[in-house]
């Protein structure tokens, strides 16, 4: 418990000396200092209860209790300072609907339910405080040299990396509460800590600015992140004082061994998912992910990939015992099977690389969800193993388009010719990373192909629901494959004359990336382990046991086998060729610099190689337009039923 205790007050304390801390060299030092605490930390915590199966912590907690409530009623109010300076009412309603509700029930009903556990951890919760402490921490060691070249591009602004700073630690705090938090008003209290950050980071460009200095569109989507996510937190409210009223608990695992079969556990997860499919940036919740590019490249690899995000999903994936086979879980397999295609449709018509990023995340998220949804052990494996391949691949792309930006200029797709000449070792890393996400032998093609057998093998509602989401998974794969064979296919592509400019990188963000690439390797290399000795036995002790995998531990070894050959061929033969270079025959006449051509009337014409983006048949505002209808009329028709019956069961109760 005391380890937990470390993850959450340590990044804490940093946060607050990083806000005060003004000079560059001593804010380096403490943030190096700090990410190798804190990654060090998240290590020892998993070997310390690596065989020991899932634990509880009980300990005396009023004080606890009564500070994070003062802490949310603060919170609340600079929520609705905020809204009102730049008004924007509707966040000011949500916060003053949830905050009050919320503080009353536990000084009422609240104050009279005794809590055994206030925190826990079991190997779900390992994952996720190790992806929250290594790739969390890369992310903020990659942000010490990001943020001075950002600082230099924006020399008139006021310099507000302390600020900056503060929220990225004071986020890896929250979410380490957040998936340890058995009490979910614990949890609850770390959500929003989670939410007003991510509010705060995208919109650090416009937030707080001069009238002259301020970026409406950062300020715009900022406020549009927050109400999007205090609408989820106002769901997770609402089952906070459902549960505690009619289940007469406030823990987790409590709700967790109501079963499937409960009732009141069935309302109160349709409640808690619709939390997980805000936070989640699922459809049509998703606009306040896109709007996040705004900010500065560590923002969008730390909400996209690590942490933000993943605490929709991981709250879905906890909650899959009591989603399967109910409405509560028909919803959320629906409306992450909606998010999975249209979003991976949408990508296609992508060129600016970090758009391409985020639909791809979206998706992938929704990919997660549809398994959290269908509830059962083969499927939260695959939902699992996709949490992580994702973590630490997607964080990789991420500060791979950060450092092209800066030093390229554009973090468009169609502007990158030649980034093997003038940066070859970050297209290396961008290939890897690309490679990682739906190549065979890497374990985020391997993770889809289990989930699409537990969608075969799941049991059905309705009877199509199971058909319906096979052919998602397919189609929405094919699209997956499309759009990043074209953004792979620019880094393949080697243009003659251009000057190598790598060497202008700073050595945190190369040790950054290079670790991420590191570990997309080493995730891959350690499936078998990460399933036998992590993932099943949580699905043991969540399921009471589990079927044969998907994939069998024979086939997974085969996968390691084959990604420690492509290793080792690219060991062996990297920078040693003795092929002939000969110019690139152009249908014209070529000079020799592989670069223009004279067409038949002797005009010079530039070699340009540009991708097909079919934005006329999959333009993002066409397939928004779809999901959000499709995912509002399932969102609408279960919680509208389920609020129905609630409503209804009061007044006959009166």
């Known amino acids: 418990m005391g380890t937990i205790f470390f993850l959450i007050l340590f990044p804490t304390v940093v946060a607050i000396l990083l806000l005060v801390l003004k000079a560059d060299a001593a804010r380096d030092i403490v943030v190096k200092i700090a990410c190798a605490a804190i990654a060090a930390g998240s290590i020892y915590l998993a070997v310390q209860y690596f065989t020991k199966g899932t634990q509880y912590f009980d300990f005396e907690s009023h004080a606890v209790n009564m500070t994070m409530m003062v802490i949310e009623i603060i919170l609340a109010v600079i929520i609705v300072v905020l809204a009102i300076r730049y008004k924007k009412i509707l966040a000011a309603i949500l916060a003053i609907a949830q905050t009050p509700l919320v503080c009353w029930f536990e000084l009422t009903k609240g104050h009279d339910i005794e809590v055994a556990n206030n925190l826990y951890f079991d190997r779900l919760s390992m994952i996720m405080v190790l992806i929250i402490g290594i790739v969390g921490s890369l992310i903020c060691l990659y942000a010490i040299g990001y943020m001075k070249d950002f600082q230099h591009h924006h020399a008139g602004a006021p310099d507000r990396r302390p600020w900056f700073f503060f929220l990225l630690f004071l986020f890896l705090a929250a979410m380490t509460g957040l998936v340890t938090s058995n009490n979910l008003i614990w949890m609850y209290f770390f959500w929003e800590i989670t939410s007003l950050c991510s509010f705060l980071l995208i919109g650090y460009n416009g937030l707080f600015h001069k009238e002259e200095n301020e970026d409406k569109v950062a300020t ?88 933000m995000v993943k605490a929709g999903v991981f709250l879905i994936i906890k909650l899959a015992p009591v989603l399967n086979g109910n409405y509560a879980g028909f919803m959320t397999m629906m409306v992450g099977g909606i998010t999975f295609l249209l979003a991976s449709f949408s990508a296609i018509s992508q060129s600016n690389g970090k758009r391409v990023l985020a639909y791809s995340t979206i998706a992938n998220l929704g990919l997660i969800v549809v398994c959290g949804g269908i509830g059962t052990a083969g499927a939260v494996w695959a939902g699992t193993m996709l949490i992580i391949f994702h973590a630490v691949t997607k964080s990789l792309l991420f500060l791979c388009v950060g450092t092209a930006e800066h030093n390229v200029g554009s973090r468009d797709i169609e502007d990158l010719d030649g980034l093997f000449g003038k940066m070859p070792r970050l297209a290396m890393f961008m290939m890897i990373g690309i490679a990682g996400m739906f190549l065979a032998p890497f374990g985020m093609l391997i993770s889809k192909w289990a989930a699409m057998v537990a969608f075969v093998n799941a049991p059905s509602m309705f009877g199509f629901e199971n058909i319906l989401l096979i052919g998602i998974i397919c189609f929405g794969s094919a699209a997956t494959a499309f759009y990043w064979v074209k953004w792979l296919g620019k880094m393949a592509a080697v243009v003659a004359g251009t000057k190598n400019i790598q060497q202008n990188v700073h050595g945190s963000e190369w040790f950054a990336q290079g670790t991420l690439v590191a570990l997309t390797i080493i995730v891959c290399l350690l499936f078998p382990f990460i399933s036998s000795k992590i993932i099943v036995p949580y699905l043991n002790e969540t399921f009471g046991g589990i079927a044969d995998l998907a994939i069998s531990s024979t086939n997974m070894i085969i996968m390691c086998i084959m990604v420690a050959v492509i290793l080792l061929l690219i060991v062996f033969f990297f920078g040693r060729t003795n092929k002939k270079i000969v110019n690139i025959y152009l249908s014209g006449v070529n000079e020799g610099d592989n670069l223009q051509f004279e067409d038949a009337f002797k005009a010079p014409k530039p070699l340009a190689l540009r991708n097909w983006y079919m934005d006329s048949y999959f333009g993002e505002k066409k397939m928004n337009v779809i999901g959000d209808i499709l995912s509002s009329v399932a969102i609408i028709y279960v919680l509208g039923m389920i609020i129905g019956f609630v409503i209804g069961g009061i007044g006959g109760g009166m």
């Open 220 to 307: 715009n989507n900022a406020f549009r992140a927050l109400i999007m996510n205090l609408g989820g937190g106002l769901g997770f409210a609402v089952a906070i004082v459902y549960l505690g009223t009619y289940g007469g608990t406030i823990e987790l695992n409590k709700l967790l061994a109501m079963g499937n079969a409960s009732q009141v556990a069935v309302i109160v997860a349709a409640f808690l998912a619709f939390a997980g499919i805000t936070k989640a940036a699922q459809m049509p919740f998703n606009s306040w992910l896109l709007g996040a590019m705004v900010a500065p490249t560590p923002t969008s690899a730390l909400l996209h990939s690590s942490t």
